[in-house]
């Protein structure tokens, strides 16, 4: 069955491979399903510690006369 998405060679250690073929086997997918899976989490953890430290970075530069009134707001 021919697909049009984008396709990605990756090489992995025995171990890492093992505990993805496990992964796979637990949850009745595919390889390649898992993998897919495995690095939709990876990336949005990697977006949330992206975000974290976009709010710490704004948060130290916060002061009560720069923000907006309730009122500006809505």
């Known amino acids: ?3 049009s998405n984008p396709r990605i060679n990756v090489v992995l250690e025995k171990p890492i491979y093992k505990s ?3 992964l796979a086997k637990r ?3 595919s390889l390649s399903l898992k993998v897919r ?3 939709r989490e990876a ?3 990697e977006e949330d ?3 974290a430290r976009l709010a710490a970075k704004r948060e130290k ?3 009560k006369a720069k923000a ?3 009122g500006e707001v809505w």
Do not use: Q, Y
């Open 1 to 3: 069955m021919p697909t």
């Open 43 to 45: 990336i949005e953890i």
């Open 68 to 70: 907006l009134k309730h």
């Open 49 to 51: 510690v992206a975000l």
């Open 20 to 22: 993805i073929e496990n």
């Open 27 to 29: 949850d009745g997918v």
């Open 37 to 39: 899976d495995l690095v």
């Open 61 to 63: 530069g916060f002061t």
